[in-house]
């Protein structure tokens, strides 16, 4: 479904994604971590047409969308969501939820598609508030509505669950295994291992714009060059000797 | 809180200057209808709150001259409503766009100098010239929009490259010889529907009243249509609306070039109605002042804002020109003011002081 | 059409004329530039109210028989003080989080003040007469009025002493710190939006001397603040943003732009030159020839 073959940037002398190599299957749930500035954010810019790489490649569901425009690269059916949550300030959450939808839709449909889709999420009862009247978890869903509302093929969801707490995380992470049931790959970046752990079939780690480990939420957490990236040089020893 | 249903349309016209605002209800109560949850049958209702507000209005205005007798009545109501059309012509770029152009009197002085040009070099007729003036002013606002939009410029900075537009072509028209450069142009009177121009008041009156239903239209539709959507959502969250598939240069510039079609049926009307144009009238800054100046007043991004505006501002000029004498210049420094208390006190616009009052209104019943 | 010879023998005093005329738009731009640079915000209203400091040069002159450059005690307090307070009462309550917001009151404001000045002045153009307005002066081969150059060496030692203002004073080095950082600036203890009174006030100030300079060797209208206001902006993107250099470059930049577009396009079509500079910059270069990419 995604493809990244060696993609890189640079903002002046510093490697922000430093030749990252990475394929997601489709229908399966991937996770990309790693400590602050590891340049996760950057990569899901770069993916997503926000950001034009230096070099390499990304290719998605086969098809070469390396260099493409933002709104081109949501039509394909690669979408994203934002870490700081970028609602239509002024707009009712149901006009929000609702401008995803349109693409395919004329605005009548769009308007009752996105009603289902925030009842989806659970803003059902929320449709007609202003969205920057919501509290943070509601304005996590309604990102996360709104970009199923453009219906996805693959969803990259940038920290939905950071700055929930944890009975909101419980409710949030039945219905991303949902989005992925319903048949939309999803690569999300997420900093709460509890979602990683039990959601992400497959996780890669990022540390100074590198992948520095691949494979399964058990074996990276497990990862002894992992733990040294999240927690600084030593620190698996450190915390081996402290158990 | 439900409050009943009547609380929302005291007045048809309340509700549609408000149609920006949810419906004031929980939307877990149903249309009994539709079966659909009230936020969504009210969302899908606002074209048609929309045409019926407009129409309302336009049935009023229309027979307005039975009882409008002195030429007096007739013109202030004139202006207004020409004061309406720059204000929604604007208001589609600036209001529901939210890119504020602060040199709308390129469209203004294209329209109107196309259309002098057509009619005293070539001859054609009047309604020839609104066409094609009107042409001028889409094509050029597709491309203004085009270039601005393209090189990424926002807020001040397109403000700023619009006035300077307007300068250009201030400064062109004034060293051209077939504009008539500084000297500007007059057209001939010809009077009849065809040639735009009429005997009575009542003519002008209608063309104005025309012409400003059709930009308030245009409006109207931009305010409901899949098209004002992205727009709308260009404005508030542009990396948002992209992240969802919009292509944001695109949208802005197809809602420049309306926004300049509107604007340059303004300026024909301008030259049909005062037959002489030249730069300073119709490039110069005035008229752009004017453009964005209604909608501030009346409520942006509304419906009826530029409506509302116009006619809040035009009372004003009167009330200020019985009060202080013939004395423009006094009149456009209060034109300034008001801009100043505006943008300070009101930036919702006189259309959104009824929803900060029932605001209020609704706040004081939860405590 | 002008010969090109008769060009030949008038381009070196059109290059002197721009350059001092630039000197001017120098520091009227660099009081632009500071308030920008500071408070990021674009003030309309710069060309008007260096149209009220005109006036008050003038009224000092006729009235009270000041001579314009003695009026610089007066004038450049009196502005700062008019800055401070605008910035204080009128603009900043305005702003509500928008930039649009300051743009649309400083509009507001530049509407008040000129057709004010409109009302109270009359349309037409004034000028003054003083014991050295009709001297003339040879720089180099070309023949310039005494005021001009006066008024480019004034504005160039205004400049000077701004930037020394803005580098070894406490007042500077508060500015610059909110310039660069208007968060940090006030978690450690600066007063925020003093320095940006303050700021503003400054950038007047820069008006209220200009103005001093220019009007022996210009004339004031109600309307001469629309000609200034494009050009200064013009100076300010040309310079880069907030660049103190970039806006004393620019400046003599666009004064030679200015010169030479009247000398060879004629004195109508000549003021176009500065209007596409600036909408080319603005397109391609929006950081400006010396400031740095966003």
New interface residues.
Partial sequence: MLELTRLSKRFGGLAAVDSVSLVLEEGRIGALIGPNGAGKTTCFALISGFIRPDEGRVVFAGRDITGWPAHQVSREGLVRTFQIVQPFTGQSVLENIAVGAQRKRSRAAAIAFAAEVAARVGLGDQLDKPAESLPIAGRKRLELARALAAEPRLLLLDEVLAGLNPAEVAEVLPLIESIRAAGTTVLMIEHVMQAVMSLADDVWVLAHGSLIATGTPESVTRDPAVIEAYLGHGAAARLAGAT | MHPPQSNRSVTGMASSIED?A??G????SRSARSG?????T???GGTMRSVRVLGAIGIVLALAPLVLHSDFQLTFVTLALYSTLLGAAWNILGGFGGQ?S?GHAVFFGLGAYVAAMLQVHAGVPAWIGLVAGVAAGAAAGAALGA??FR???R???F???T???A??FR??A??VPFTG??VGMMIELRTGLADLQFESRRGYYYLALVLALVALAVGSWVR???FG??L??VR??E??????????TRVKVAATALSGTLMAAGGVFYLQYFHYIDPSLVFG?SVS?EA?LGP?VGGLGTVLGPLIGAFALALVSQIATHLLGE?P??S??L??????VM??FL?RGIGGLGKLVRLRARRGRDA | MIDGALIGAALWPALVNGLTMGAIYALIALGLTLIYGVLHIINFAHGSLLMVALYAVLVLFERLGLDPYAALVVLVPGMFALGYALQRFVINPARHGRDENTLLVTLGLSIVIENLASHFFKTDTRQIETAYTFMMVDVAGATIAMPRLLACVGALVSCLVLAVLMRYTDLGRAIRAVAREAQGARVVGIDVEHVFAMSFAIGLACLGAAACFLLPAYYVSPQVGHGFVLVAFTVVVLGGMGSFTGSLVGGLLVGVIESLGGLLLGESLGQIGVFVVFIAILLLRPSGLFGHKA
């Fill in positions: 920006s949810p419906p209800r929980g939307s877990f659909q949850p009230a936020a969504v009210h969302l899908l504020y602060f270039i601005s090189y990424g410029l807020g001040s900075y403000a700023l490259v006035l300077a537009m300068e250009v400064i062109v004034n060293s450069a500084g409901h249509s899949r959507a992205a709308a959502a508030d969250n990396d948002a609306a992209r992240a969802l598939g919009i292509d944001a800054p002042v964005l501030i004395a210049a006094l456009m420094a034109y300034g003011l008001i801009l100043i943008v300070t930036p």
